[in-house]
RNA sequence: CUCCCGGUAGCUCAGUUGGAUAGAGCGUCGGAUUCCUAAUCCGAAGGUCGUGGGUUCAAAUCCCGCCCGGGAGACCA
């Protein structure tokens, strides 16, 4: 819609002008300021408006005024007939688009050795919502997660499930300072004395003192594997909680290893290591990285830094046309060394763009929540989920932005009422469904009846709910999903609004309104949807 | 010390890429239901957009300095 309104302004001023929304509604729909172009033909701004009205003057337009240094402009009623058909006609594949780029998004990626919390929440969220609208507009997407089931966290998760079991079955325990702490523990000690029987366990762990340190000595590959494969189980199971839709590819990190002899040799070709210290080193530090970084120590085993090089070596030689990774923003340090590392391997790092989701800061009932992984009080996904169900927590999460610090309460969204804009969005949309079963009508019923003099309150609510394709393109582009958040609440304010206002059923224009709330009701849904939250028809 | 994020109404946050009188929700106060779902709506109060400069017709928005808050800076993953 804006692309045609700026196409008639540029037979005039040579280029496409700025078209804005007017501040307010009483100006039009689309306004356009002329103050650039008023002071290159050296005119008062007032007067080449008006001069610039006459010009532009179509039947597209029901009017054109000049106020101040603006443009402003009216759709007509036939306009926005033919877009209000188009969007009755395809319904959930309206702003549908094809053929952008092919995209790797990766995203949650969290380590397997515990349930998700809320912080993975947010990623997964942001994510799946991005991906979704994406998808709709016409980007090739590929979703991945990349699972770190090498190294010592999952050491560590095997001798903590291990030592659970033992004192489980009353043997002694004694506890190494760095194992993980939490309920889903026990529940893995008591699957693991099962699967693998009590004997199993009749060894006790040895505890060596290092530097005041109380470390384990445990080697038992075949359990932690075994643990970690349960974790993943979980960690997938609290995805769907969330309703995030499946991953297309899970990368294992262990299954790369393989690879680091090859790698490695490129990079030794293309000069990005040295030797100190009987360490081998990344020149990071040539690409804007504060220092160079261990890639393999000084017994010979690759760091966890070498891992994410093999990845990201792995994934720009799948050849996508951009890369995006969603990373907590804890691990933002990482970004200078893993981008120099793909421009030693010779890929361009400006195809990987690295976002990365805030902290979020739970409150209940005031009190701050602390979270921590290794200690076994953080606040678990499925346990939040369980409270205030997964749609009211995306939405929140949707409606700011991922970058920025977040802090809400959870008692705030066990409230089912305005202050939950999900419910909010929600009874618009069912409201919407009620009148329609009311009327004994179906949306493409609408598609018989023709605009005819629009009022002001029907053009305002049919010209937002058509703003969506504009809002989509906006929030990928930008990685904001949040955008499509707050315009869903925007639509739904407007129509509260409306409904309040204008009968619709009986009324001598039932079905002229009958057509816009079909519309808005469509979009609602679509846009609900695309937030992978679905739309209620009842509340 | 370096880097990242933030500072907008009492609170939590938007602000469509530089435009008209600064926005919403919650909270506070006052109203609306013989009628399509009151889980809703309408109205009022509430602001030096952290701060100082710069850029221009125009700055919450862009540039520089400073102040405050949060986070990161491993041979951990």
Redesign the pocket.
């Known amino acids: 819609m804006k692309k045609r309104v700026a196409q008639i302004f540029k037979e005039h001023l040579g280029e496409n002008p700025?078209i804005?929304?007017?501040?307010?509604k009483e100006?039009g729909h689309y306004?356009v300021?002329i103050?650039?172009y008023a002071?290159e033909n050296k005119q008062n701004p007032v007067e080449f408006a008006k001069n610039l009205c006459e010009k532009v003057k179509c039947d597209e337009f029901e009017s054109v005024e000049a106020?101040?240094?603006?443009v402003?402009i009216k759709l007509s009623d036939k306009f926005l007939n033919d877009f209000a058909n188009r969007v009755i006609k395809e319904k959930k594949d309206f702003g549908k688009g094809s053929g952008k780029e092919k995209i790797l998004l990766e995203y949650v990626s969290a380590?397997p050795t515990g349930p998700l919390h809320i912080g993975h929440a947010r990623g997964a969220i942001f994510g799946d919502s991005l991906a979704r609208i994406g998808r709709h507009i016409g980007y090739d997407i590929t979703t991945e997660y990349y699972v770190?089931d090498?190294?010592?966290?999952?050491n560590l998760l095997g001798l903590s499930v291990y030592l659970g079991a033992r004192e489980i079955l009353g043997l002694d325990v004694v506890w190494p300072d760095e194992y993980y702490r939490g309920e889903y523990i026990k529940d893995l000690a008591n699957e693991a004395i099962e699967e693998f029987g009590e004997d199993y366990f009749k060894n006790p762990v040895e505890i060596l003192e290092k530097e005041g340190k109380k470390e384990a000595k445990f080697e038992d590959e075949k359990l932690s594997l075994w643990a970690k494969d349960k974790m993943l189980e979980e960690i997938k199971k609290d995805l769907e909680a969330l309703n995030i839709v499946p991953f297309d590819n899970w990368v294992s990190?262990r299954s790369l290893y393989k690879y680091w002899d090859e790698v490695r040799s490129i990079l030794e070709k293309n000069g990005a290591l040295y030797e100190k210290?009987g360490?081998i080193w990344l020149k990071s530090s040539e690409y804007k990285d504060?220092k160079d970084?261990?890639v393999v120590?000084?017994d010979g085993r690759p760091?966890?830094l070498a891992g994410d090089i093999i990845y990201h070596w792995d994934k720009f030689k799948r050849e996508y046309d951009r890369y995006i990774n969603i990373w907590g923003?804890?691990?933002?340090?990482?970004i200078a060394r893993v981008k120099a590392a793909i421009k030693f391997l010779g890929f361009d790092p400006d195809k990987l763009e690295i976002l990365?989701s805030?902290?979020v800061k739970l409150l209940k009932g005031g009190e701050p929540y602390k979270m921590s992984k290794r200690a076994g009080n953080f606040i678990l996904v499925r346990d939040v989920v369980e409270d205030v169900g997964a749609d009211a927590l995306r939405f929140v999460f949707l409606?700011?932005?991922a970058?920025?610090?977040?802090?809400?309460d959870v008692d705030d969204l066990n409230k089912?009422?305005?202050?939950n804009?999900s419910?909010?969005v929600n009874?618009a949309h069912?409201?919407i469904?009620?009148?329609f079963d009311?009327a004994k009508k179906s949306y493409d019923d609408m598609l018989e009846i023709e605009f005819k003099d629009l009022n002001e309150d029907e053009k305002d609510l049919l010209f937002l709910a058509l703003q969506l394709p504009y809002v989509l393109e906006?929030a990928f582009?930008?990685r904001?999903p949040?955008?499509l958040t707050?315009f869903l609440?925007d639509l739904a304010?407007e129509f509260?609004?409306f409904?309040?206002?204008?009968?619709?059923?009986?009324s001598e224009k039932e079905d002229i309104r009958l057509k816009i709330l079909a519309v808005v009701g469509i979009i609602l849904n679509l846009g609900l949807s695309l937030l992978g939250i679905e739309a209620k028809e009842?509340?």
């Not at 804005?20 to 307010?24: D, E, H, T, V």
């Not at 106020?67 to 603006?70: P, Q, W």
């Open positions: 700025p804005n929304k007017p501040k307010q100006f306004a300021p103050f650039k002071k106020v101040g240094g603006f402003n380590n770190n090498a190294g010592r966290q999952i990190e210290d360490k504060e970084r261990v120590r000084e760091t966890y923003a804890d691990h933002h340090g990482y990365l805030q902290m409606t700011k932005k970058d920025t610090h977040l802090e809400f089912k009422d305005s202050s804009p419910y909010y009874y069912a409201r469904c009620s009148i009311n906006d582009s930008n904001e949040h955008r707050n609440i304010s509260h609004s409904y309040n206002k204008n009968k619709v059923l009986g009842r509340m």
